[in-house]
């Protein structure tokens, strides 16, 4: 609570869902993010031990129901939701979430219990076929946090979602060098990056027959024992501009040749591309499997609407977590979001107790090196001096407050 304070999570949530500080339609919404936050599908009535306070969490007096949060969320348009992590972004850029010159873009399959007919895909080829929701990421590399997503869906296919994603990205660092997925490699993202951007972009190619001949046509320059690199011109079927095409040969003996090459739209050396550069990409990996619980492994429905606006306010536990994870010393801070959850957020034995104009929580048997007694001990004071508000408004102004024993 006291991170959603620090980054203004509540306007956010207001301005997602149209209304204003005595209103209920945020607080349904700040569940739907305190559950994304402790890595819970749905706290409900049917599941859930009453009078332990996570319903006062979210300044409500009950938990909400499936059927609310479905309504809630259903009214909402997709642009909201794209809105609420264009602003997010902005916000999360202003305090330094977002440090480093490269952006990963990654389309991430996410399996779902949609009951509509839907194609059925593998996401490793070692599974069953399964639905999938097919959702597109954008992440900072240095940091591993996420600026923005997107939902791939029968009237929006890969370059179109991508392009939405990247307007996002312009906005947050809109000279980055951009790795993509090779499901990118389209004349449309690459020409649209190329003429309507300053972005960088590296794309790993489509092994093609066309590109298997051009990888075997050309001389190479080798750089290590069992590596070599070659560059040449290439240009999309129908289309007359040319780009930047690296190949790069795996292999000492010809007849253990392996070939693996990438377009790219930048004037870096080729080695360090994709030497060093490309390697970066797998942070976005990391971050599904350090943060995915939290929101990003799972996709009970696929109205568009819903998906969106969870997918939005997951986003904004996820920015506070990593607001919290920072004051954190190690190991703790490398805790995935599953653990801190089960440890930290909400296996802790507390009390809750108001005095005067302010909720007073008491935590036992917290660890002396987590550092929590020294962030959140004296709450009030601490946040008036980084010249925060310490009244809670989804809390009908309640200041809060920490004690550890």
Known sequence: MAEHLRMGSWDLIKGFTESSDADIEPRIAMQ????????????RKSNYFSHQGFELLNGLS??????????????????QARSLQHTLALIRA?????????????PHRIVSASKRIMPKKKKQPTEPSRKMLQTFFALDTLTGQPIGCGIGSPAANTSQETLELLNMVKTVNPKALILADKEHFTAQIVQNVDQNTDFEFLVPVISSERIKSIERSLSYQRQWAGYAIAETQFNFTDHLQKYRLICQREGETQKDYFYKSFLTISDKPATLLLGEKYLERWSIEEFFNFDGAMGFDRAST????????????ALVAQAATY????KLPEPYNRWNSQHLADALLYKIDSDIRVKNDT???TCYDTPDNMNLKSNYQNL??????????PKIPWLYDFKLDFKFK
Do not use: W
């Open 62 to 79: 009950f938990l909400a129901s499936d059927e609310q949060v479905h309504q809630l969320l259903d009214k909402h348009t997709v642009e």
């Open 323 to 326: 607001e919290l994870r920072k």
């Open 380 to 389: 009030p004071d601490k946040l008036i001096s980084e010249g925060i508000n």
């Open 359 to 361: 909720i007073i929580v």
């Open 302 to 313: 696929f109205n568009l609407n819903i998906r969106y606006g969870k997918m939005a306010l």
């Open 94 to 106: 202003n305090r330094g979430h977002y440090s480093g010159q490269t952006i990963a873009i990654d």
């Open 32 to 43: 739907v993010v305190n559950e994304a936050a402790i890595c819970k599908n749905r706290i």
